[in-house]
Structures are given as structure tokens and as C-alpha cells.
């Protein structure tokens, strides 16, 4: 299953997501959270801290800058750029996903 939270600015995005993740991944569910937003703030919301949040963060605009190769696949991505969050959440901070596969 896939989920995206979207809307205005301010409307609680974040904070939706975060619950939504916490919740499902205490359910049994496998949950990777995205945080595609250009302020990135989801890992505060899922309990990663401000240091984890910032170095996310730091990844993305190397990456964006050409400082750092993009991953090339999903595994790879995850591996290179996740991090884990409470209760079995797995958090990346992305700007945009080449070739995505199905399924």
C-alpha cells in the first residue's frame, strides 16, 4: 500500500504523516516514510531528533548540489539514505525518485 499526504501549507501534512506511519508500522505494517517536502521536518515528527533530521536533510541538498551520486534503485536508496525512526518506521528525506518499480 502506498500512502501521500498532501495539501496547503500549515494544513498538518507532517504531522498526519507521522501518526499514520507510527501507527501502521505498531500494526505490523513494513513502513518507509518519505519526506519530500523542501523543508523537510517529518523526522521530528517521528521522533528522530533535530541532529538525525538536519544530517538527513544534508544528504538530499548534496545530492541536489551533485555533491553525491543518487542511489539507483529502491533498496539502495533506502540503505544509503534511511534512517530508522521509532517504532520500526524507516524515514528518507528525498527530493525525487528516478525509475520507480511497480508493485
Same mark, same amino acid.
Given at each position: 500500500?502506498?500512502?501521500?499526504?498532501?495539501g496547503?501549507?500549515?494544513?498538518?501534512?507532517?504531522?498526519?504523516?507521522?501518526?499514520?506511519?507510527r501507527?501502521?508500522?505498531?500494526?505490523?505494517?513494513?513502513v518507509?516514510?518519505? %519526506?519530500?517536502?523542501?523543508? #523537510?521536518?517529518?523526522?521530528?515528527?517521528?521522533?528522530?531528533?533535530?541532529? @538525525?533530521?538536519?544530517?538527513?536533510?544534508?544528504?538530499?541538498?548534496?545530492?541536489?548540489?551533485?555533491?553525491? @551520486?543518487?542511489?539507483?534503485?529502491?533498496?539502495?536508496?533506502?540503505?544509503?539514505?534511511?534512517? %530508522?525512526? #521509532?517504532?520500526?518506521?524507516?524515514?528518507?528525506?528525498?527530493?525525487?525518485? %528516478?525509475? #520507480?518499480?511497480?508493485?
Amino acid at each position: 500500500m502506498r500512502v501521500a499526504v498532501v495539501g496547503k501549507g500549515g494544513s498538518g501534512k507532517t504531522t498526519t504523516s507521522a501518526i499514520v506511519a507510527r501507527t501502521m508500522a505498531r500494526h505490523g505494517a513494513t513502513v518507509v516514510a518519505l %519526506d519530500c517536502d523542501s523543508n #523537510p521536518n517529518l523526522g521530528l515528527s517521528l521522533g528522530v531528533g533535530d541532529f @538525525e533530521t538536519e544530517r538527513l536533510e544534508s544528504m538530499r541538498e548534496s545530492l541536489d548540489e551533485g555533491g553525491e @551520486e543518487h542511489a539507483p534503485g529502491w533498496d539502495d536508496l533506502i540503505a544509503r539514505f534511511g534512517s %530508522d525512526a #521509532p517504532d520500526g518506521v524507516r524515514l528518507a528525506v528525498v527530493s525525487r525518485i %528516478d525509475n #520507480p518499480s511497480p508493485g
